[in-house]
């Protein structure tokens, strides 16, 4: 039988996040910590990973990286679970997207945003998988969106590798939970983020739009998704896998 704090906690647990430095990738690295995880930040620009470690504390560390070498990802996933030991948690959180007409975005602008969202997450999880099958345990986190079940304007590549990002979740869990590990997706809904805050805070009817459609009438804050991220990676959730959890306020539900 689990305590409260085993089943929920992270203690002796190592995650890798990426686009750990900024945003949703910072807060969940900040709530695993918390929860008593070592958390491993990827991203490719140092400075801003090395201020989210000091502002961590010391169960975190960094590593420079962009997800476009996709060559180079086993020999990272080697090198880290050589430095680190083992490897229980992967999130698979780092993204762009470029908001503008479908007929406006070119072709290597939308290959590029498959190739971060999904391409690279892929890639990465797959390099991970054997040792976590060979453990017989791991928790594969990926960030979906409210884009991976409704159509956003303007957000042709995001929308269609969020979505994406629903079926390699599932397929994942499919192929490898009978090995232990388990593969879910979390997807959020408004924010407030850096990220939002410049795509809203000239839009204030777009803000009021929004809250309209929102049962629960507020925003999100990234612990929102941190904390969310905390129990798909602990115990408690060990007969989760190929699961959404949608983290939204109720907006994919509200009229």
Not at 16 to 31: D, H, M, P, S
Not at 37 to 42: C, G, K, P
Not at 87 to 102: C, F, H, T, W
Not at 193 to 198: A, I, L, S
Request: proline fraction near 4%; charge should be neutral; charged fraction near 20%.
């Amino acid at each position: 039988m689990y305590t409260l704090k085993q089943a929920f906690g992270l203690a002796g647990k190592t995650a890798v996040i990426t686009g750990g430095g900024t945003g949703l990738g910072f807060a969940i690295a900040g709530c695993m910590a918390a929860a008593g995880a070592r958390v491993i930040l990827l991203g490719r620009r140092e400075e801003v990973l090395k201020n989210a470690c000091e502002s961590i504390g010391e169960n975190a560390s960094w590593r420079r990286f962009d997800l476009m070498c996709m060559e180079e990802i086993p020999m990272l996933a080697d090198s880290i679970i050589g430095q680190a030991g083992n490897v229980d948690i992967l999130v698979n959180n780092a993204g762009i997207q470029y908001k503008k007409p479908a007929e406006e975005m070119t072709v290597e602008e939308y290959r590029e945003v498959l190739d971060v969202h999904l391409t690279g997450s892929f890639a990465l999880t797959k390099a991970f998988l054997p040792h976590m099958r060979a453990r017989k345990k791991g928790s594969v986190i990926f960030l979906a969106s409210m884009c991976s079940f409704m159509g956003n304007p303007y957000l042709t590549g995001y929308a269609s590798a969020k979505a994406g990002v629903l079926g390699l979740t599932r397929t994942f869990a499919g192929e490898a939970s009978c090995d232990g590990v388990r593969f879910n997706a979390i997807a959020p809904g408004w924010i407030e983020t850096p990220m939002f805050e410049r795509a809203l805070g000239k839009d204030p009817k777009r803000r009021e739009r929004i809250l309209e459609r929102t049962p629960m009438k507020r925003f999100g804050i990234p612990e929102d998704i941190g904390w969310a991220a905390v129990y798909l990676a602990s115990d408690a959730s060990s007969f989760v896998t190929g699961a959404s959890l949608v983290a939204d306020g109720g907006a994919l539900i509200g009229l």
